[in-house]
C-alpha cells in the first residue's frame, strides 16, 4: 500500500522560502514519477514539478520555474520541494502524487494521470 504523508508547509513573507518534504511508503515503481501539486481555492489543482523515478528527470511549470526545485533523497523515500521567493499566488494547498509509469514530463503534470495522493500541506504568502 502506497502512502505519501507531506509536511513543511506554513505562513511565509513574499520573497520568502519554505522546503516541503513527502514522506513515501510502499513505493516501489522504479519507472514511473512524482509530482508536487497545488490547489488553490477556487481554482483547479495544478501540477507544479514532477521528478521522473528513472534518471531523475525534473519538469516545472512555467510559473515556478526558477524558484522551485523538485528532489527526492533515495535513501529517506523522501520527496522534497524547495519553493524560493515565494510569491502571494503560491498561495495554496500542496500534495506529493505518485504514478506508477512515466509518459512524459507534461503527462506527469496531469492530475488526472497520478494514482497515489498524499492530504496536503497548507502554504501561505503574505505580501
Known amino acids: 500500500q502506497v502512502q505519501l504523508v507531506e509536511s513543511g508547509g506554513g505562513s511565509v513573507q513574499a520573497g520568502g522560502s519554505l522546503r516541503l518534504s513527502c514522506a513515501t511508503s510502499?513505493?516501489?515503481?522504479?519507472?514511473?514519477?512524482m509530482t508536487w501539486f497545488r490547489q488553490a481555492p477556487g481554482k483547479e489543482r495544478e501540477g507544479v514539478a514532477t521528478?521522473?523515478?528513472?534518471?531523475?528527470?525534473?519538469y516545472y511549470v512555467d510559473s515556478v520555474k526558477g524558484r522551485f526545485t523538485i528532489s527526492r533523497d533515495n535513501a529517506e523515500n523522501t520527496l522534497y520541494l524547495q519553493m524560493s521567493s515565494l510569491k502571494s499566488e503560491d498561495t495554496a494547498m500542496y500534495y506529493c502524487?505518485?504514478?506508477?509509469?512515466?509518459?512524459?514530463?507534461?503527462?506527469?503534470?496531469?492530475?488526472?494521470?497520478?494514482?497515489?495522493w498524499g492530504k496536503g500541506t497548507q502554504v501561505t504568502v503574505s505580501s
Open positions: 502524487a505518485a504514478a506508477g509509469f512515466f509518459n512524459g514530463g507534461s503527462w506527469c503534470l496531469g492530475r488526472n494521470n497520478m494514482g497515489y
Open positions: 510502499g513505493y516501489t515503481y522504479s519507472t514511473g514519477c
Open positions: 521528478f521522473r523515478i528513472s534518471g531523475g528527470s525534473t
